[in-house]
Nanobody, 116 residues
Framework: QVQLVESGGGLVQPGGTLSLSCAASGSMFPIANMGWSRQPPGKQRELVATMTSGGSTNYADSVKGRFTISKDNAKNAVYLQMNSLKPEDTAVYYC??????????WGQGTQVTVSS
């Protein structure tokens, strides 16, 4: 059974930094894509960043230059480094892992709050 465990959310002041981590377990199938999405209060979930198995990345315009996605293939883990955080970055952040055979799985979500 595939499980994704997220960590690293919390409260930070505007301009601050946070790092999110997500580790996948329970499958030996190859991973095609890993990523992060977020759901701001009262809004729909939106894509934040993705990374393919080959290392290609894609970012939402709103986070380009501030957020960095990375992964550790040996640990089946994906990370999100968030710098220069803004109040509008406040959301529940979800990691996702897409397996070539099994499909896409989501983490449980971690709250990120940017406030003074």
């Amino acid at each position: 059974q595939v499980q994704l465990v997220e960590s690293g959310g919390g409260l930070v002041q505007p301009g601050g930094t946070l790092s999110l981590s997500c580790a996948a377990s329970g499958s030996m199938f190859p991973i095609a894509n890993m990523g992060w999405s977020r759901q701001p209060p009262g809004k729909q979930r939106e894509l934040v960043a993705t990374m393919t198995s080959g290392g290609s990345t894609n970012y939402a315009d709103s986070v380009k230059g501030r957020f960095t996605i990375s992964k550790d293939n040996a640990k089946n883990a994906v990370y999100l480094q968030m710098n220069s955080l803004k109040p509008e970055d406040t959301a529940v952040y979800y990691c996702s892992v897409e397996y070539r055979v099994l499909g896409k799985y989501w983490g449980q979500g971690t709250q990120v709050t940017v406030s003074s």
